[in-house]
């Protein structure tokens, strides 16, 4: 597989467009008063928006989605594995095993991941003399190439006992649910804001979205591939807040900038609902050429799964679970010097802690039996680690200066990862490491519908925690992919 198969890949969504618009124009030329299916695919926001009457009440419902396949080559990787929102994990290194080695094939989600989603809301509900929006969304992820639904804990347990290092696998907050990407209902109050309950995105992840040069592309960017600094706050199930409710409201001034503040509160702790509580606390600034945000992030008796007693075929086919208190805090910016450049940073810290519950009876768990029938601490009383991130970058935009070029951006990003040795009456070394990453992408939005991209990202593992006896020192991806919004 060479290079150019991946630049003839990014053309592919010209041609598609092309096709599309040809259509449409041969269908407006036959009908002027109704637009065909195909032009109000291609020309409206939401295509797929009804807008009705419930009473007195005006509503809408509406099916949305996004579809994201790329061609990835990676230069050290387990056999990729569909059951992930990302298929290879470059940002999470790779062992020197027998199974590892250079490869390179399709994917799903080389910048977003692909998922199928209903919103709506019911409008002008009257109390205290103010006007009140029922509203609701519901989204499940799932992979375009096999139409799985998105199964991290499956993964885990594909690797565990003696089928260990078979393929890539990770822990999420995507777990197999059919709506494990969001699932709530609420209240919006207008200026009053907005109260919701459900699964909802922690704060964390929805700043890193909005605040990562690379867009937080699920497979180029750390803070896309890995929801424990791209969201998580050290344990990467909390980037989704489950059985959460959550208070959120923006204050618009005079000048019309804004100001964002948002809580939100997980309850637990219940197997099969949610696992651990824990808060977090939003509070940002928005204007036309600057933005700010910090968030605070708290949570007690964290579930962390992952992969159970390799080697020991006892283990196949469960998963292993541990418990984490955890702390974080996040500070992010954003400057726009001029209308085509912006540059984008943050810094995050968060602290594993050990477990407010030394142990809890968790004998199965996203559909996954629990190796041990048990979770317990991962680390014990008096210890502690310390890990920090820290990012720089910058988007750009062609459109501002090369009218021909519109369309097409592109941006750069470095991100440092610091793992502290863990800490406490003695002091764990090989716990200590560091990820030097540098990410790379072009975009090209064809129309409303549909854009194409090259990504590149090259990752450099160091310290104790990557000893190069068993660990590739670096792992690197490149690839090209066509993502479709409706």
Known sequence: MTIAHFFKLALLPLAI???????????????????????????????????????????????????????????????????LANNFYPYSGAKKTDRTTSRTNWVNGGWQGSRLGFKGEVAKLQAWDHD???????????????????????????????????????????????FTRQAWAGIDGGSLGKLTYGTQYNPFFEITVTYDPNGKADSFSPLGESGTVGGGGGVSENSRMKNSLKYANTYELESHDKINYAVINQFGNSAGTSHGNGYTTQLGYESSAFGVQLAYDRFFDSVKSGIAG??????????????????????????????????????????????????????????????????????????????????????????????ALAGLTTSIGYYLTKADAIDGPTVSTNSQGKIDTWTA????????????????????????????????????SYGAGLRMKF
Do not use: C
């Open 17 to 83: 467009s092309q096709a599309f618009a040809a259509q449409a124009d041969q269908s407006s030329t036959t009908s002027q008063e109704s637009p065909s299916l195909v032009s109000r695919f291609m020309n409206e926001d939401n295509p797929f928006r009804i807008n009705f009457d419930l009473g007195d009440h005006p509503s809408y419902f509406q099916v949305y989605g996004l579809v994201d396949i790329g061609l990835t080559h990676i230069n050290h990787s387990l056999p990729e594995n569909y059951e």
């Open 132 to 178: 009140f929006k029922f509203i609701y969304q519901l989204e499940a992820g799932f992979n375009t190439l096999d139409m799985k639904l998105h199964d991290a804990a499956q993964t885990l347990a594909d690797n565990s006992g003696t089928n260990a290092n078979s393929s890539v696998s990770a822990n999420s907050s995507m777990n197999g649910e059919l």
């Open 310 to 403: 390799a080697g020991n075929p006892l283990a196949n086919d469960t998963i292993a679970v541990s418990l984490y208190n955890t702390q974080a805090v996040l500070l992010t910016g954003k400057w726009l010097p001029t209308k085509d450049l912006k540059i984008i940073g943050g810094v995050e810290w968060y602290q594993l802690q050990p477990s407010s519950s030394r142990s809890i009876d968790y004998h199965s768990i996203y559909d996954q039996t629990v190796f041990g029938g048990v979770a317990n601490s991962a680390l014990k009383p008096g210890y502690k680690q310390d890990n920090h991130v820290y990012y720089l970058g910058a988007n750009f935009d062609f459109a501002q200066r090369m009218p």
């Open 441 to 476: 992408m072009l975009d090209y939005k064809l129309n409303k519908r549909f854009d194409t991209y090259l990504a590149y990202t090259t990752n450099h593992f160091s310290g104790d925690k990557y000893p190069s006896a068993s660990n590739y020192t670096n792992v690197t």
